[in-house]
């Protein structure tokens, strides 16, 4: 070998991992199914992007496995909600080695506080309830970080993350129009619901609706019989119309309360995960929809 | 039997578990941090040490080795904690009683915090006698303890301990043999002897809390040891492991048998199960660990190692690490995630597994980024850093130290 086809040979060779760089894709894993839909609209064709809580799944009750772990490991970003959500994801990521970026999708929303959280013990731990997908609104704020936080590991697509992050805003605002119009002919004085678990504060404060829920801010609490006889007592003396299932939770105690009280049960909410594909919530708008329709459709008179 | 400790006062502290995600995970609730600014970290860990000779459980500090107080029970006991960490059980097969320890510790959820409350560790007055209690089991909120001389399990729940008049329920579940029971919703996972009381026992079946058969006997030849990892229950078989998976709802769990047979020679009889990862470390044989990942195509990876396991634990919190000590005095760092042992250290003088399986040898118990070993012939407790495995100090302990378990975490307080 000549020196000049040495030389060529030699700068091929480095050339091709900035090549092979600029080819791969974004490797982005999120923690939950509804993260999943928002970073795959905004991510678009320039991410591959898979989830650790699938469909259906409780992410409050996750157990992340090695595997998972494996996962993260190989990944450039990884995106979670916040708020405490994710208990088991700072333990992953430790065990992880990840050495990517992460985006916090809640960051920047205006949080909810838990009043019964407050002040105990002499100080308050300052806890919120992490549901925050449960508001358009909040979405809006979910996709900006998505798309500001795509962009800082992906400089080069930062044009793209911004025009599908618009596109997908369009599509918040359509649908929160169509929420607006089921909900309206919903009166006022039937808009107290009952859920499983206390995953809808942010969808009632949107639309005006009051969620009761005997277990709590996650599925891992169980509740307790003083809890579900003051609610049972509470539906009767308010006459609340609806009680609703839930895709992540185990449906006999609502079964139970429903039957005790009389109350109809409204159908099923989506709450901490999306629907299978071909289930009624397999993405994110869809979700909102059918919640704030099997609402509307439950509690118009 | 006698309580002595120090007093220590009622210390009140907010622990944040894993709610908190550190980094920019943390980023996102600027009010979350202006709640922490008034916080002070605290560390408090405590361990108990079942002494090999005398009949006593010994409380000891981590931090400063001081005495916590020390338990006269009838036996050289085997310690299993509760899950919350809050209770000790002291098992004395032999002498027919199980002795319950209040180990001082109690963490208190709110969620994404829990509060811990630091007094006394107490003996309490409730035991639980039988003929020979042997296995204690913790799930789904209940606490079983099966007796080998009668086949009965004793079921109750923490809180149970500490009101008036403990007086927990007892089922029959067949035979008296050396078994187990392990509380899955409103079922049990139990062993199933074979007809002969001497022979290994066949396998495991579920059964309801009134001791009803539900379902099929699951060949399980030689059932021993278990371990519960996110609402799984692995089992070691002669031939495999059994995992008892939670079914759906009011559904009774479902097993599923797995074999070995294709890994060597060798079978589990010993499990740990992952706290914040869902995976099980086992052993094979005497000779080599098994990490055991439930729904993968490829479960099993087994690690040999370089001469007879003494004892093994998993880190709780940094959920990739193992440690291994071996009959030649080493301790191996295994990183669970890769499957290969990435560092070891000599911790003690070799300890043979010839002889009795009862004879005194080290026990691990990790204690937040320390690793506590008993020493029975130096009369010493090791304290070894999970991140360097460098002996840290050592603790001495009266009489001939053996069993030990940790208890406690680390936190803010006001």
Redesign the interface.
Known sequence: MNRRNFLALTTALVALPHLALAQDRLTVVTSFSVLNDMVSQVGGDRIDVATLVDADEDAHMYQPTPADARSLSDANVVVVNGLGFEGWMDRLIEASGFAGSVIVAVDGIATRDMPEMEGHAGHDHGAFDPHGWQSLANARIYVANIAQGLSAADPAGAEVYAANADAYLAQIDATEAELQDLLAEVPQDRRTVVTSHDAFGYLGDAYGLTFLAPQGLSTESEASAADVATLITQIRAEDIAAVFLENVTDSRLVQQIAAETGATVGGTLYSDALSGPDGPAATYLEMMRHNVATLAAALKP | MTHTSPKRSLL?A?VA?????????A???A??E??QE??VGLTHYRLFVGDHADNVVRAIELEDGADAGTFEIAQTPALTPSDSGRTLFAVQGDAGTVATIDTGIAFE?????A?ISVTDAALLPATIDGTTPAHVIEGS?TIAIFDDGSGDVTLFSEGDLTTEGFAPATIPTGAAHHGLAAPMGDYLVVSVPAEDPEAPRVGLRVIDTAGNAVGEVVDCPGVHGQAQ???VFAFGCQDGIVLATPGA??EPPVLEHISTTDLGEGNVSTLKGGK????FLGNFGADAVV?I????DDPFNVIPLPTRRVDFALDP????NAYILTEDGQLHLLD??KGEIIQSARVTAPYSMDGEWRDPRPRLAVAGDHIAITDPNAGLIRVISTATLEEERTIPVAGTPYTIVAVGGSGAT?
Not at chain 2, 109 to 113: A, N, W
Not at chain 2, 276 to 279: C, E, I, L, T
């Open positions: 009140w907010t578990l894993t709610g908190a995600l550190t980094g920019a995970l980023m996102g609730a009010a979350q202006n709640d008034d916080e959820d709110h969620g994404d915090h509060d909120g990892s996110a609402r709802g009011a914040a990862m869902q995976f990490v990942e439930p729904g993968s919190a940094k959920a990739q669970v995630l006001d």
